[in-house]
């Protein structure tokens, strides 16, 4: 019984803490000024930035309170999650500062490509262990040595932030997008038997959902780059300690649509805006297909809440086909 309840307080803790969380950062972004422009509303209304940091405070808050219950009270069902939890609340925070740094000082983007790839220095030790030297397939395993993972590592947590980062403009996309992909992951886990990282994708999930409740449509906060990289790092820290790299970047493949428009289409890309045309009556229209959602917007012309539940379903669609062929691939 204990093992079906401890999942939902993790996500109701996680949950609530960013809910605050984001509330107090949303009042403090108001006040100091940091606010921006919702680009794809007709009157362009300015919006507080910086959100990201509630799901940062909430997850890192959540994991302290558990450390503390798990040292002060020993809980079997616990126990494996504390280095998780240690290791994770490192990445995230590197993350966080690195996103809170390039919000305030506008890196240019090939420093913004790099800078991510930092968030991984609290796994390095990782790679001299054995197992974790080892990218598992369904097709065979890729035993890449401890210098070949260190690579992989980097790799792996500037991809993941930078992936999220791209495919961001629309309220509530971010963040429902990587709930996506960390129920994905979560599910994978449990079905491989890896209870921790399961308990630590909850956790995730729940910081990622309080942040969403106030940036969902229409928002009332923007992530910003601190939100889309701890996004990413979240999706990282999982891939990482379940082993599940490969599940991983299968489910990344909305993102590689989007990038592999981006360089087709490398020679617009600095002539027009980041974001889709508002037409007058609200619906979004683009000239060039520099995006997935620039695609979606230049064929169907769809309102911006339509275009967040066209990229959340294909997301959710993209997530649950990889979960049905874990199944099928391994047997059950």
């Not at 080892?134 to 890449?144: K, S």
């Not at 889309?228 to 790299?245: D, H, M, P, R, Y």
Request: with cysteine.
């Amino acid at each position: 019984m204990i093992e079906f309840l401890i999942p939902l307080v993790l996500a109701l803790l996680g949950f609530t803490t960013s809910l605050i969380a984001t509330k107090y950062v949303i009042m403090s972004a108001k006040a100091r000024g940091f606010l921006g422009k919702d680009m794809h509303k007709p009157k362009k209304p300015l919006i507080p930035e910086m959100g990201g940091l509630g799901f940062s405070l909430g997850f890192i808050i959540s994991a302290f309170i558990i450390e503390a219950i798990i040292v002060i009270v020993y809980i079997p069902e616990l126990y494996q999650l504390l280095p998780l939890l240690y290791v994770s609340s490192f990445v995230i925070a590197i993350a966080t500062l690195l996103g809170l740094m390039s919000d305030m000082f506008k890196f240019r983007w090939r420093t913004n490509t790099i800078l991510p790839s930092l968030s991984a220095i609290p796994l390095l030790g990782l790679a001299t262990q054995s197992n974790m030297s080892t990218i598992y397939t369904p097709f065979g395993d890729i035993q890449l040595g401890s210098l070949g993972y260190l690579v992989t590592l980097f790799l792996g947590a500037t991809g993941s932030a930078n992936a999220v980062n791209m495919i961001a403009g629309y309220n509530g996309v971010e963040a429902g997008m990587t709930s996506i992909i960390v129920v994905g992951l979560g599910v994978i886990a449990l079905l491989s038997g890896n209870y921790p990282v399961f308990l630590l994708a909850m956790l995730i999930l729940g910081s990622i959902l309080g942040f969403l409740y106030w940036n969902r449509y229409p928002a009332k906060v923007f992530p910003g780059d601190v939100g889309t990289w701890s996004f990413g790092a979240g999706i990282f820290l999982l891939a990482v300690f379940g082993k599940l790299e490969f599940w991983a970047i299968l489910m990344f493949a909305l993102y590689f649509v989007n990038l592999g428009l981006f360089l087709m289409n490398k020679n617009v890309r600095k002539k027009i805006e980041k974001f889709t045309t508002v037409l007058r009556d609200g619906r979004l229209t683009a000239k060039t297909d520099v995006s997935i959602y620039h695609w979606i917007a230049k064929r169907l012309h769809p309102t911006e809440d339509k275009m967040i539940k066209i990229l959340l379903s294909l997301q959710a669609i993209i997530t649950a086909s990889v979960i049905c062929m874990f199944i099928l691939l391994n047997g059950w």
